[in-house]
């Protein structure tokens, strides 16, 4: 009798990584696929959007996806269940909707599921109730994917004719540009205003000294637009004195913030580490993802909820073990009588979490040796923000002193921390308060010394430039754009050159400039905050089904295609001339000055002569040239996918063995680094690796004929109890046995505590 064959349940996500982390918890019943994000998309040939019907939007499957389409659907034919299972937001939802669609699912059948968080009982909770693709979010998503390709089709060609070839169009990339660039006017048109202050330094007894501040007088304050003003204040007070006229005490607290969501995690991480937003979400992605903890933390596992979310909403569960975890670790005194909670922003996207750790189990020290450098920072700072958010405010005791000196009014000011509260697990960098008190022995009717009086001269300074943590708040506060666009956005504009980075500073370029202008004066609904505000309004209302796509797309496009014909008639006399800046460098092929340009890496400098010159440069961010990259190192070997010869390259995690004909070839192979230990399975050298999140793992060289592996460094010492291996742990500065029934361990000599 022929066995019957076991049908298995298919999983299509979008992240291969990701993949293979649910893979491991659903176990062999079922089968998870990667779609590697969307597979289809608008044609890059034409609009692909019928205008005159309404706004249906012609598919085609991506270029490139056609094998892994097919493999889809071989999987899909002999699955039992078939579960749709792409990231928890409006891009995922419509990713759902088109893997539907190319798989012959009908949206209403209860296919789809979403994963906030990618722990095991998450997944298999949520595998137990799928359900229908929510179309409300579907046409949300189509409706912005639609609006950005009329604008960037119809917008770019004639940006082309009229400033640059190459240029692109956008409706949050061009209010965006127009943010930086109308801040650097700001700036430039900025004329400083004079303006004076007082300060005078008096004795407060037991060799303590106080900073008094210049207010005004009976009436009220006083603006001071002279120093001859100043100095007239100044020279009476001198012969008075300084008499306190009141003294008022109170208690302030101060509440935490509320956990992350995403515009606020990338505007700390921006603060705290200099990441970029797209640093910050590959990072947070990586993180929500899955990476690999070891046996001892359940191996390979999320250990973030879905960093995309405007949301501060947290779970029951999530506030419970928080709870917990601070009374043990902290105190119950620092646990609030009642529970803290946040309401997120009119608009907000509540379809899941705000960015918080999946367990709090999985302190940050304690996982640290499995992240990397710049995961543990993200995760850490996350971890931090979550647990504050949770806890008691902190409080301070202030004294504000009042002095009277001929009638003039100064005042002094100290706020002194007197419970710490969620400064203990998260500190704002702030400033937390005076140690100790020196104004709270004051009373009133007190004369205390003046040591000095100083007028002091002042001026108003500019708005200061955007960096990414700024602009994004600006973004945010505006509502420009949804958190899954800002660092798409900022990168966009980047490439594009119409802004670049001086170190952490974003800058406006005189191409951003001059198509900002051309905008402005041609296409004004475009690079309006308002109306960009406004649309994504209105792509709310359609994800909650309170409008339609097709009365959104019909309300935009009248009003667009009639400016675009007006601007069309008048191209001729919108062009631009971009302004030429000259280098300082020689062009060594024909003699030329070379002129600065910028590009999507960067600056760089380009002979004028082109097309007949093409020579170029790359520049640093000092306007010099950028050193050649060292030679890679050449050997004997061949790729053994192509032939090509084989070279030695270089990276931050040491050498490696990579194809002479890449990107053609993309082969690579590890060159594993001998640490001078033998293997105590097979007596071969025991190399050096880094895994797949870079951390560093340690095997034998005859892999695969040995399979010994650890994940920290082994030594050539034998544990005296058992004759096992003894291996450094990392970070711990102890070694111990690599045997798990026994729990031998000694101090790791200081020349191997590093590791």
């Not at 700036?187 to 900073?211: D, Y």
């Not at 594009?496 to 900002?516: F, H, M, N, Q, S």
């Not at 308002?530 to 019909?554: C, P, Q, S, W, Y």
């Amino acid at each position: 009798m022929q066995e019957n064959k076991k049908n298995v349940n298919l999983v299509i996500v979008e992240s291969p990584a990701k993949a293979a982390t649910i893979n491991s918890y659903l176990g062999s019943g079922y089968k998870v696929i990667a779609s590697k994000g969307h597979v289809r998309d608008l044609p890059k040939s034409s609009l692909g959007v019928d205008t005159e019907h309404g706004f249906k939007a012609k598919y085609i499957n991506i270029q490139g996806k056609s094998a892994l389409i097919s493999e889809m659907k071989k999987e899909a034919k002999g699955a039992d269940k078939i579960y749709l299972a792409t990231d928890p937001d409006r891009e995922g939802e419509a990713i759902s909707w088109h893997l539907a669609t190319v798989l012959g699912i009908a949206p209403e059948e209860a296919n789809r599921v979403a994963f906030n968080e990618i722990t095991q009982n998450t997944i298999k909770a949520e595998i137990e109730h799928p359900r229908a693709i929510d179309m409300n979010l579907v046409n949300s998503q189509q409706a912005r994917r639609v609006l950005d390709r009329i604008v960037g089709y119809k917008l770019s060609p004639y940006l082309w004719k009229t400033v640059k070839s190459g240029l692109s169009a956008g409706r949050v990339q061009s209010v965006a540009t127009r943010i930086i660039v109308e801040r650097e006017a700001e700036i430039e048109k900025f004329v400083p205003k004079e303006f004076w202050t007082i300060e005078a330094i008096l004795s407060l007894g037991r060799n303590q000294k106080g900073k008094a501040k210049f207010f005004g007088d009976a009436n009220g304050k006083i603006e001071l637009a002279t120093g001859d003003a100043a100095q007239k204040i100044v020279d009476a007070c001198r012969a008075g004195e300084f008499r306190v006229s009141g003294v008022k005490k109170s208690k302030k607290s101060k509440s935490p913030e509320p956990p992350f969501e995403t515009s606020t995690l990338q505007q700390a991480a921006s603060k705290r580490f200099g990441f970029h937003s797209k640093r910050t979400m590959k990072v947070a992605q990586e993180l929500y993802e899955g990476v690999n903890l070891g046996p001892a933390h359940g191996g390979v596992h999320g250990v973030i909820t879905y960093m995309r979310t405007d949301s501060l909403r947290i779970s029951d569960e999530a506030a419970a073990a928080a709870e917990k975890l601070i009374k043990e670790k902290y105190g119950a005194e620092f646990y609030p009588s009642k529970r803290k909670t946040y309401k997120s922003k009119s608009g907000a996207q509540d379809a899941h979490e705000a960015i918080r750790p999946v367990s709090m189990e999985l302190l940050p020290e304690e996982i640290r040796p499995f992240l990397t450098a710049d995961q543990y920072k993200l995760y850490k700072l996350i971890w931090d923000r979550f647990v504050a958010s949770q806890m008691k405010n902190a409080e301070y005791d202030a004294v504000e002193v009042e002095l009277d000196n001929v009638g003039y009014l100064f005042k002094m000011s100290e706020s002194i921390l007197i419970f710490k509260g969620y400064r203990v697990a998260y500190s704002d960098d702030e400033d937390a308060g005076d140690k100790s008190s020196k104004l709270r022995g004051i009373s009133e009717g007190d004369v205390l010394p003046c040591e000095e009086i100083t007028p002091i001269q002042n001026f108003t300074e500019p708005p200061p430039h955007f960096d990414e943590a700024s602009l994004i708040k600006f973004l945010k506060e505006k509502g420009i754009g949804r958190p899954s666009t800002y660092a798409p956005t900022i990168t966009t504009i980047l490439e594009r050159g119409y802004i670049e980075r001086d170190k952490k500073l974003l800058l406006a370029t005189p191409l951003g400039k001059a198509t900002v202008e051309l905008m402005k004066k041609n296409f004004p609904e475009i690079v309006d905050y308002k109306f960009t505000a406004n649309m994504e309004t209105e792509l709310d209302e359609i994800a909650r089904g309170d409008n339609t796509f097709e009365h959104v797309l019909e309300d935009f496009y009248g009003d667009f295609e009639k400016t675009l014909e007006r601007a069309q008639e008048h191209i001729g006399e919108n062009k631009v001339a971009l302004p030429v800046e000259e280098s300082d460098l020689i062009c060594e092929k024909c003699g030329r000055r070379m002129i600065i340009k910028t590009g999507r890496f960067g600056k760089f400098a380009a002979c004028p002569g082109y097309p007949e010159c093409k020579n170029t440069k790359p520049l640093d961010a000092s306007g010099g040239v950028k050193k050649e990259k060292e030679a890679p190192e050449k050997t004997d070997l061949k790729c053994e996918l192509c032939g090509g010869d084989i070279v030695i390259r270089k990276s931050r995690y040491g050498k490696f063995y990579a194809c002479s004909n890449f990107p053609k070839c993309k082969y690579t192979k590890p060159i594993r680094e001998e640490i001078g230990v033998s293997c105590p399975k097979c007596g071969a050298p025991v190399v050096k690796g880094f895994g797949k999140n870079h951390t560093a793992f340690y095997s034998c060289s005859d892999y695969p004929k040995c399979d010994f592996s650890v994940w920290d460094m082994p030594t050539e010492k034998n544990c005296p109890v058992c004759g096992s291996r003894l291996l450094v742990k990392k970070g711990k500065g102890y070694l111990y046995c690599m045997n798990k029934d026994c729990s031998y361990k000694e101090d790791a000599p200081e020349s191997e505590k590093k590791e």
